[in-house]
């Protein structure tokens, strides 16, 4: 069964930084999508980034926020970088990931974790 564990969030003062990770463990074959994904206080949950073959970003995120991954750690990770109050919010990750060759991939998450920019 497939476990994915989000880690990394915390307190920051404006124009710092931080590192979101989430790392499955299971029987996996490959991870075929990693995506980024938060949602502030009284705001619906907006999506962040994706890497899939190509990386893409949301405009909040270009130039300040730069996704990577680890496949031989079955590991994405999340760079925050310049951040303000606004980007206050409960961060999570998605992973798309397939258990053989032959069948379509399944969607899971990672627990939601608290990011919060406060001075």
């Known amino acids: 069964q497939v476990q994915l564990v989000a880690s990394g969030g915390g307190l920051v003062h404006p124009g710092g930084s931080l590192e979101l990770s989430c790392a499955a463990s299971?029987?996996?074959?490959?991870?075929?999508?990693m995506a980024w994904y938060r949602q502030a206080p009284g705001k619906q949950r907006e999506w962040i980034a994706t890497?899939?073959?190509?990386?893409t970003y949301s405009d909040s995120a270009k130039g300040r926020f730069t996704v990577s991954r680890d496949d031989g750690k079955n590991t994405g990770y999340l760079h925050l970088t310049t951040l303000t109050t606004e980007d206050t919010a409960v961060y999570s990750c998605?992973?798309?990931?397939?258990?053989?060759?032959?069948?379509?991939?399944?969607?899971?998450w990672g627990q939601g974790i608290q990011v919060t920019v406060s001075s």
């Open positions: 998605s992973f798309e990931i397939a258990f053989d060759a032959y069948h379509q991939p399944g969607l899971y």
């Open positions: 890497t899939n073959g190509k990386i």
């Open positions: 299971g029987n996996i074959f490959a991870i075929t999508e």
